[in-house]
């Protein structure tokens, strides 16, 4: 049965369920009325079937609705949402920056947005320009001589530089199997490694937080195709013995795959092409603004040395005699496509805005305040957290649980009190080489009046914890529109997609 | 040999005949929290000591659960796969996950016994 009032939330204390702003709103198939619409369509005039026999059946299954419906519906979920837009966004790892808004006003410019890929070059030479200056940045932001530019997102670079290397392996006839990766990796990197086909052989941290050198060189040998390391890498330190590790793993044959992840610790300061890195992946939508792709697609082009060049993905935009050209073909030895046309033409135009707007200078001083908020955060929670590493840190400031330990607090209670505080908790549990990880990167974007009010609810929290309050911490969140969600049974018998109640029944 | 021995990676052994019962140990699933997978190995996977024998997944974490003997798996415990949560419950019993054929039994003795590694986890954090 389907009806368009589905029952209302009792344990609000308030007739309609909802308190104050905070709108309860079913899921947009239980609001369906069947014939409702949005549009009037007339009447499908009289016909002869060509469907042989292909005509649906059963129901579409789309729920029936009036546009101010589901404008309303859409509206109140953006509304539970928190944002970069709304407050600090500490998520360690992924760069949570403010995305300026000429970015979007250069994205949604007609000559930009309202493009199809399939037009003739000669028709696109300014979007082909904008790849290229955009390109050319990269190289020079990273100095390396190449970049491919269509892979979608962080995993998929990796992916583009992995096949990249095994192609130029390949071509060698010097077939590998082994890829070394830190256990403060981003798990994404074993993954891709793993996925294609390679064995992942996992390199310890030294007590600094940092690849362990000599664990590094011990597993070096001629199976190992090369290794997967971020840097500064996932404990928010810059791995300095980088240099060393890079001629330990060209001295046996290997390739040095960098996790870009990171960039944004070290943009305009640090060229990864100097530090001997064969392929690393940016995320324009980390380091360049718009993070997570402003909840659409990201964009990983991927930096490539002088060996693994030749091996990058098809197509590539060049200066042609007549403009610029797009290269669909070559001799064979790129390893072929990873996607569709060129890239994410969209995250190009903001990564281009913002980094045009920002300018070299402008792009060095990002980092640099980056890593100035993350040691300001850093500094000032020292006293009330528990620093996993000593010393000053990069982009992201790491603790450990020790503060909490007798508390009866764990980290996930402390995170979902921070819910109630109205900020989005900060990384937790990641990376796995520290107990009960607590990882906070504020990014250059937030000012120091922010990080106060940040820090003295993170002050506050570590307080309350130690005086003995755990029954409070285990009971939050308190305001949020549903309370502790139980995760273990979501991710033991996860529910992945709604079915209406005949379907169910009839499954029963 | 008798009795339960435990690797540095907190994996846990039980020894009968040439068989070794393998499993996580009570630290192990208690630094995991709640367990909702185990990605089993195939029955007949040769398997080397210190190399990925399963996976575990909790709600905080995937974790590589490693060999502590090289052998061959001979049986593993499928009933995990609708009741991951017995690795919580009974991670020394129920919660096993898979038997080794063992092809060097010297491998054992680097293992600790019940003591060393009650002193070995206090140690840690």
Known sequence: MTTSNPPIN???????????????????????????????????????????????????????????????HYTKLSQKNYAIDMSVYPLGSCTMKHNPRINEKIARLPGIADLHPMQPVSTVQGALELIDTLAHWLKTLTGMPAVAMSPAAGAHGELCGMLTIRAAQLAKGDARKRILVPESAHGTNPATAASIGYEVDPVPADERGRVDLAAFKAKLGPDVAGTMITNPNTCGLFENDIIDIADAVHGAGGYFYCDGANFNAIVGRVRPG???????????????????????????????????????????????ANGFDLVEHDGGKSFGRLKGFHGQMGMFSRALSYILSHGADGLRQVSGDAVL????????????????????????????????????????????????EGYHPMTMYFPLVVHGAL?????????????????????????????????????????????????????????????????????? | MSGIRFSKDHEWVKVDGDIATV?????????????????????????????ELAVVESVKAASEVYAPVSGEVVEVNAALGDAPGTVNEDALGKGWFAKVKIANKAELDGLMDEAAYKTFCEGLH
Request: net charge negative.
């Open chain 1, 10 to 72: 009792t344990s609000a204390g308030t007739i309609s369920g909802n308190r104050g702003l905070q709108l309860e709103e079913p899921l947009i198939f239980e609001m369906d009325v069947p014939g409702r619409s949005g549009v009037d369509l007339p009447d499908v005039p009289k016909h002869k079937e060509r469907l042989a026999g292909m005509k649906r059946k059963g129901a579409v299954g789309l729920p029936g609705l009036a546009e101010s419906q589901v404008v309303r």
């Open chain 1, 274 to 320: 100097d530090l001997g890195v064969d392929a690393m992946h940016i995320n324009l939508h980390k380091t360049f603004s718009t993070p997570h792709g402003g909840g659409g697609p990201g964009s990983g082009p991927v930096v490539l040395s002088e060996a693994l060049a030749p091996y990058a993905p098809l197509p590539y935009v060049v200066h042609g």
């Open chain 1, 373 to 420: 908020n993350a040691n300001y955060l850093q500094a000032s929670l020292r006293s009330d957290l528990s620093v996993a590493f000593p010393g000053t840190c990069m982009h992201e400031a790491l603790f450990n649980d020790d503060f909490l330990e007798g508390t009866g607090v764990t980290t996930l209670d402390f995170a979902k009190a921070m819910i109630d």
């Open chain 1, 439 to 508: 990882l906070m990167e504020p990014t250059e974007t937030e000012s120091k009046d922010g990080l106060d009010r940040y820090i003295e609810v993170v002050q506050g929290l570590a307080r309350r914890a130690k005086a003995g309050d755990a029954a409070y911490f285990h009971g939050a969140p308190y305001h949020t529109p549903r309370r502790r969600l139980d995760e273990t049974l979501a991710a033991r018998q996860p529910i992945l997609r709604w079915k209406p109640e005949e379907t169910k029944k009839a499954a029963e």
């Open chain 2, 23 to 51: 499993g996580i140990s009570p630290y192990a699933q208690d630094q995991l929290g709640d367990v909702v997978f185990v990605d089993l190995p195939a029955i007949g996977k040769k398997i080397e000591k210190g190399k």
